[in-house]
């Protein structure tokens, strides 16, 4: 499932030209985003984010800067 949610967030958020997206495999159950370096989103195993939210907070936290 957070593979898919993952692979989801990275299409939507490759639509923008601006943007450079990476995906690397993480831990069992881990989900986390990272904007520059630092974690803008971290799961954990029992609780995951809508993918429209993440991607919301990414661009929030793009327009931001």
Do not use: C, H, I
Not at 6 to 13: D, I, M, N, P, T
Not at 15 to 27: A, C
Not at 30 to 54: I, Q
Not at 55 to 65: D, I, K, M, Q
């Amino acid at each position: 499932m957070k593979q898919v949610m993952a692979a989801r967030v990275a299409a939507e958020l490759k639509q923008d030209e601006n943007v450079q997206v990476e995906t690397v495999r993480g831990g069992l159950g881990e989900f986390s985003v990272r904007l520059d370096g630092r974690e803008v989103v971290k799961t954990n195993p029992l609780w995951y984010p809508s993918g429209g939210n993440v991607v919301r907070e990414v661009r929030s936290l793009l327009a931001a800067e």
